[in-house]
C-alpha cells in the first residue's frame, strides 16, 4: 500500500442532491485521504473510467434518486469488465435495507444511510481498504 | 468570503446559545430589542395587510382564508399519480401539487440513456401532452389550482398543462390525440376508467403555480439543461407570456427551498432566494414589463426548518424586505406587487431514517413555523421519506398534521399571534440585516449569475453544511434518535416500492405515442422550435405551446435547445 488512500465520490444518476457527497468528500480530505469529487450527472462508465485513471483504492457511491438497484450493479459489473477486483465499493443515500441487502450480496462493501457520521465511513474506508 | 455573520458560526462556541443557523440567543429580550420606528410613520412591524407586511400580507390572515394544503406527489406513470391525486382531494386537500420524477426535469424522455432507472422513482414521468392528459384525467384544472414543480424544462411542461387543460384533462376522449386512432392503450384505459368528463379549459381560467426558478438549481439544486444566459431567456419569455395569457397564473415560484436542503443557513436561504427574486424582477424590468404587470403573480417558496423561532423571523424578514425593494426600488404602486405570496414546506433534511415516527413530531413543529409566519400554502412532509417516498399512510398522516393545526389548535383565530414578541421582532431585524449584507456582497460579485459562475454560492453552501454537520458529530447539536437518545436495533418501516416495471410500460407508451402521431408536424414544429431559438426577438412560448399540440416530446424539445444553446457544466466545490 503506501501514501494516501485514493477515493473517487461519484454522483451517479440524475439527481442533484450533493450534500452528503460533498460532506463526505471533505470530511475524507481532512481524515487525510486524496478525494477525487466527480461532480453530478456522472453515468456508470465514467465513473469507472475515473476510478480506472485515478487509480482509486475506494469508489463512495452516492444517490439519492431511488435509481440505486440500477445503476449500482451496473457500475460494478463495469469494474468486473475491467479487471478491477480490489477497488473497496460504499454506497451513500436513501437506501432501503432490503436493497442495502442486495447491494452487499452483489459486492458492495458498505452502505451508509441518512445520519450516519462521517468518523463512521473515515473509519470504514480505512479498514476496507488496508484489509 | 465571509460576511459580518461568519464569526457568529464560528464551532468553537457552544450551538446551544444559537440558533440552528448561529444567531445568538440571548437569555431575555425586552421591549429595548424591538426596532426602531415602532409606532411611527413608517413602522416596520405595522398590521398584518398592511405595508411591509411584516406580519401577513392579509388583514384577516387565516381568519378569512386558511392556507392551501397542498402535498407534493408523484411516482411511476401519469397513471398511478393521477390515483394519488384522486387520493388526495378526496382526504381534503384543496390543491394539488407535481412532483416529476428526474428524467422529465432534466429534459429527457424516458427511453434516454441516461434516464436508465430513473424513470417514475422521484416522480411521475411525463415525456408527451398525452401523459399530462392522463396525469389529470377527471380533475377540474379550472376549480382545482396545481403547482408544477419543475425548473430547467419549466416552459415546455407547462406547455403541455395548457394544451392539456384546452384538450379537456381526458383529452384522448376529444379525438384529437393519437390515442384516438387506437394508437396508445394505457391512455385509453385511462380515459375510460379515470374521467369524469372534465370539459376543456381556457388558459386563462388556470390557477397554479410553475417553479421555473432556474437560478437557485445552477446554485443548489442542480437541475439545469442548458447555459445560464439562454435559460434566463426561457424563463423570461415565459413570464412575459404567461403576464399576457394566463392571468391567474403563478408564472414562477421563487424558492429558498432547495437552498436550505442543500446545507445553508437561514440567512443564507433568505439572502440567495431574494437576491434571485429581485434578478427576475431586474430581468422583467430590463424586458420592457411594468412592473405592476408582473409583480403581483410572482410567488416564493421556502422551508421550514425545526427552529421554531428562527423560521417565523425569517419569513417575516422576507416580506419586509420584498416590500421594501419592489416598492423603493422598482417604484412598484400597486399594492399587490409589494405583497410577498408564499408556499412552505417542512424540511426533508431534518427529518431522520432513526426512529421515523419521531419525524412527525418535527414536521409538525416546522408546519406550525410556517402558519405562525403567515405562509398561503403548506406541505407538510411524511415521517417515511428520509427513507423512501411516502406510503398512502404517512401521507394521511401529514396532511391530518396540517388539519389538526388548522382546525383544533385556534392558531388560525387571530392575524399573526406572535407580532410584538420581543425575541421574535429582534430575530426579524437581524435577519434582515444580515440578508443586506449578502446582497452588498453578491452585487460586488456582479449580480446573481457572477455569483454562480464564481461558484459563491455553492461554496457558502457547502462551509455552512460542513459546519452543521461537525456540530452534530461533536454533539454539539442533539438530534434526538440519531447522536442522542438511539436505539440499538431498529426495525425499518413499510416502505413504498415503485414498480421497476413501470418503467418499461413508460417506455412502451413513448415509443408507441411516437411511432402514431404526424411525423410531417412533428419535424416542422421542431424546425420553428430551432428557429425562435436562435433569434431574441421572438418569444419561445407560442412555438412550444404548438410542438406540445403536435406531440413533441420533452426530449426532443430539449435536445433541439441544447443545440442551439448548449448545455451546462459546473465546477464543483467541496
Known amino acids: 500500500m503506501g501514501g494516501k488512500i485514493r477515493v473517487v465520490i461519484a454522483k451517479p444518476g440524475l439527481d442533484g442532491h450533493d450534500r452528503g457527497a460533498k460532506i463526505?468528500?471533505?470530511?475524507?480530505?481532512?481524515?487525510?485521504?486524496?478525494?477525487?469529487?466527480?461532480?453530478?450527472?456522472?453515468t456508470p462508465e465514467q465513473i469507472v473510467e475515473t476510478a480506472i485513471q485515478e487509480d482509486a483504492d475506494a469508489i463512495g457511491i452516492s444517490i439519492l434518486s431511488g435509481a440505486h438497484m440500477t445503476l449500482v450493479p451496473r457500475i460494478l459489473e463495469l469494474l468486473r469488465e475491467n479487471g478491477v477486483e480490489d477497488v473497496v465499493v460504499v454506497v451513500g443515500g436513501t437506501i432501503p435495507d432490503d436493497d442495502a441487502d442486495e447491494l452487499r450480496k452483489l459486492g458492495v462493501a458498505g452502505v451508509f444511510g441518512p445520519g450516519a457520521p462521517t468518523t463512521e465511513i473515515v473509519d470504514f474506508l480505512k479498514g476496507a481498504v488496508a484489509a | 468570503m465571509a460576511i459580518d455573520a461568519t464569526p457568529r458560526l464560528d464551532a468553537d462556541r457552544k450551538a446551544g446559545d444559537r440558533t440552528l443557523s448561529g444567531e445568538p440567543v440571548r437569555e431575555l429580550y425586552t421591549e429595548a430589542d424591538l426596532p426602531a420606528g415602532v409606532g411611527g410613520p413608517e413602522d416596520p412591524i405595522g398590521r398584518p395587510g398592511e405595508y411591509p407586511f411584516t406580519r401577513g400580507i392579509h388583514a384577516s390572515m387565516y381568519r378569512g382564508r386558511l392556507w392551501t394544503m397542498r402535498q407534493f406527489a408523484g411516482f411511476g406513470t401519469s397513471e398511478e399519480t393521477n390515483e394519488r391525486f384522486h387520493y388526495l382531494l378526496d382526504h381534503g386537500q384543496t390543491g394539488l401539487s407535481t412532483a416529476f420524477d428526474m428524467p422529465s426535469l432534466m429534459g429527457h424522455d424516458s427511453d434516454h440513456a441516461r434516464a436508465l432507472g430513473e424513470v417514475g422513482r422521484e416522480g411521475v414521468a411525463i415525456d408527451t401532452l398525452e401523459d399530462m392528459q392522463t396525469l389529470f384525467a377527471g380533475i377540474d384544472l379550472g376549480e382545482v389550482s396545481v403547482s408544477m414543480t419543475i425548473n430547467a424544462p419549466a416552459a415546455i411542461m407547462l406547455a403541455f398543462y395548457v394544451a392539456a387543460a384546452?384538450?379537456?384533462?381526458d383529452g384522448v376522449a376529444d379525438g384529437n390525440g393519437p390515442a384516438a386512432a387506437g394508437g396508445v392503450e394505457g391512455a385509453l384505459d385511462t380515459a375510460e376508467t379515470g374521467s369524469t368528463g372534465v370539459g376543456p379549459i381556457p388558459r386563462e381560467r388556470l390557477s397554479g403555480t410553475i417553479q421555473a426558478d432556474i437560478l437557485k438549481e445552477y446554485i443548489a439544486q442542480k437541475e439545469w439543461c442548458f447555459p445560464i444566459d439562454p435559460a434566463m431567456r426561457l424563463c423570461g419569455d415565459m413570464i412575459e407570456w404567461c403576464t399576457r395569457e394566463m392571468p391567474r397564473w403563478h408564472p414562477i415560484s421563487i424558492s429558498g427551498y432547495h437552498i436550505r436542503e442543500a446545507g445553508s443557513t437561514a440567512q443564507q436561504e433568505l439572502a440567495f432566494t431574494l437576491k434571485d427574486g429581485l434578478t427576475y424582477v431586474e430581468q422583467a424590468v430590463a424586458r420592457g414589463l411594468d412592473v405592476d404587470d408582473f409583480a403581483p403573480r410572482l410567488s416564493f417558496f421556502f422551508n421550514a426548518q425545526i427552529d421554531f423561532f428562527e423560521e417565523i423571523a425569517k419569513y417575516r424578514a422576507a416580506r419586509r424586505i420584498w416590500a421594501r425593494e419592489l416598492r423603493e426600488t422598482f417604484g412598484a404602486r400597486n399594492p399587490r406587487s409589494w405583497q410577498m405570496r408564499f408556499h412552505t414546506q417542512t424540511a426533508g433534511v431534518s427529518l431522520t431514517a432513526q426512529q421515523p415516527?419521531?419525524?412527525i413530531v418535527r414536521t409538525t413543529i416546522e408546519a406550525l413555523a410556517g402558519v405562525l409566519g403567515g405562509t398561503q400554502s403548506l406541505h407538510t412532509n411524511s415521517y417515511d421519506e428520509a427513507l423512501a417516498l411516502p406510503t398512502e399512510e404517512a401521507v394521511q398522516i401529514a396532511l391530518r398534521t396540517q388539519q389538526v393545526i388548522a382546525h383544533e389548535t385556534g392558531v388560525v383565530d387571530t392575524a399573526d399571534p406572535l407580532g410584538g414578541s420581543y425575541f421574535i421582532e429582534a430575530l426579524t431585524n437581524e435577519l434582515e440585516a444580515q440578508a443586506y449584507a449578502y446582497f452588498a456582497q453578491i452585487d460586488a460579485l456582479g449580480?446573481?449569475?457572477?455569483?454562480?459562475?464564481?461558484n459563491f454560492f455553492q461554496r457558502e453552501i457547502a462551509e455552512a453544511s460542513f459546519r452543521y454537520q461537525g456540530e452534530v458529530e461533536r454533539g454539539e447539536r442533539v438530534v434526538v434518535g440519531v447522536n442522542r437518545y438511539a436505539l440499538d436495533d431498529e426495525a425499518e418501516p413499510t416502505l413504498l416500492k415503485v414498480d421497476p416495471a413501470l418503467e418499461g410500460e413508460q417506455i412502451a407508451r413513448v415509443t408507441a405515442l411516437r411511432a402514431g402521431r404526424d411525423t410531417a408536424a412533428v419535424d416542422a414544429a421542431l424546425a420553428r422550435l430551432r428557429d425562435d431559438a436562435g433569434r431574441d426577438d421572438v418569444n419561445l412560448m407560442p412555438a412550444i405551446v404548438d410542438a406540445a399540440r403536435a406531440y413533441v416530446t420533452m426530449g426532443e424539445m430539449c435536445d433541439a435547445l441544447r443545440d442551439v444553446w448548449g448545455v451546462w457544466r459546473e465546477t464543483p466545490v467541496f
Open chain 1, 24 to 42: 463526505i468528500a471533505r470530511a475524507l480530505r481532512d481524515a487525510g485521504m486524496e478525494v477525487i469529487y466527480t461532480g453530478l450527472h456522472q
Open chain 2, 166 to 169: 384546452e384538450s379537456g384533462s
Open chain 2, 357 to 359: 415516527l419521531n419525524n
Open chain 2, 447 to 454: 449580480g446573481v449569475v457572477a455569483a454562480i459562475e464564481q
